[in-house]
């Protein structure tokens, strides 16, 4: 098969990207595609907001939990090297990890434990099926979430300036959510591992990595530290502070963290690569664990990767994740998952094949212009959303006995900015706000409005999540030709852009560009 690019394709793969810098969603991107041997590089914007260093094919980023499928392969060569089994107690290298106790129930004191059924295995690190991990529930609300963070641990904390030995002592010292072995729980597993690799390998996970991995795929730009001579290519970081609709600098490259040694080397999300390095780590992914003529891993441990792992019971509660690939954040807003063990119903969403495979599935069909369908590669999200005035907790409570509802998230007026708090009843603070929980397959929302006025259910609406100002304005408009609007668009503290209409055929539409968490 050639693996020859449409032109109009890249053409309007550009545009798209240049318009994201453009309109200051970032300041700058490196994008690449490779198909049946041809690769095609974007590199736009600078590297820094107050730079003059523009993006470059070679420019270094921090790919956090990019790296997790990296780490993964590294224990797989230990499975095959029979240094321990997939099967094996973590605990004979992680004796921190021996005898856990177990939460009674997740909202329970950390007191309140039983002993675990079975010890932890190294195929419960792979699958993050070991009882503990990042719970996805915000604003936090359960005492073991405000543990693991007084702790130091987890994504966003200063994790990377513990020791190993201070890492796994903290980790132990808490108990688990679950029984090992019963649900899902993101990222600790990946940070476990990198700990385990390191242990039972007698290097440093760096080192580990760079022997069996960076070195053999010719992945020179990867690592958990950029040297000195390539610290002018390394891109700097920043979070969006959405109050202020303005980056905060996060990490400057100037002075990185990743321009020093890091004390702990995190397999959930420690390495910094570029997207060639990348791509050299996807090839050998995509052939069955083969790099030219050597073999990095066997094509058993590479079809064991990319199969689901995870039974219907075990992603219990982890809906956020691995529901059609989508992941529901606190406000709402469905985003592409991934993690290991993905759904082989939709191995383009969710897992570590599609990782792999969405690298030559994005330009795969070949098809030009109107010879395409429209809605090829389209993702629309649309969802129901049920509008209640005080009646919201009523409604959840309802559906839970009546058809089995599973409730996803749940925000209460509480939760809410203090600026809206300020307009709301007093006793309105502990009613729920918003909600969205599952009947079945189908996931609903619920929103309580501003829980005024008689309770009643006040109707219907569907909700489309857009992906920037311009495509909600013109989905907006178009929706609303011979319509009524409800609310016209404008900014909200849950969305840069939100509107309410009804279209001319009296459908009720609320159409939003959420904001990030």
Known sequence: MSGEFCKTRLSRLHDVLQGHVTRGDVPGLVALVSRCGETHVEALGLQALDGTSPMARDTIFRIASMTKPIVAAAAMILVEECVFGLDDPVDRFLPELAHPKVLKSLDGRLTDTVPAGRPISVRDLLTFRLGTGVLMVFPPKYPIQKAIAEAGLGPGSEQHLLTVDEYMKRVGSLPLMYQPGTRWLYHTGSDLLGVLIARASGESLDDFLRERLFAPLGMKDTGFQVPADKLGRLASAYRRDHLKNAFVLADDARSSRWSRPQPFQSGGGGLVSTADDYLAFYRMMLNKGLHGRERILSRASVELMTTDQLTTEQKIGAELFFKEGRRLRHDGVCRSGRGYGGDPAHPARDGLAPVAARLHRFLDHRLCGDQRLATEEAFMNVQPYLSFQGRAQEALDFYK????????????????????????????????????????????????????????????SLTINAT?????????????????????????????????????????????????P
């Open 401 to 460: 006995a009546a058809v089995g509802a599973r409730v996803d998230m749940v925000m209460h007026f509480k939760d809410a900015p203090e600026e809206m708090q300020a307009q709301m009843p007093p006793a309105s603070m502990d009613k729920v706000m918003h909600a969205a929980f599952h009947v079945g397959d189908t996931q609903l929302f619920v929103t309580d409005g501003e829980c005024m006025g008689s309770p009643s259910f006040t109707g219907i």
């Open 468 to 516: 920037s100002n311009e495509e909600a304005e013109k989905i907006f408009t178009a929706l609303g030709k011979g319509g009524q609007t409800t609310m016209p668009m404008s900014e909200t503290f849950f969305a840069h852009r939100f509107g309410v209409l009804a279209d001319k055929f009296g459908v009720k539409w609320m159409v939003l560009n959420p904001k990030n």
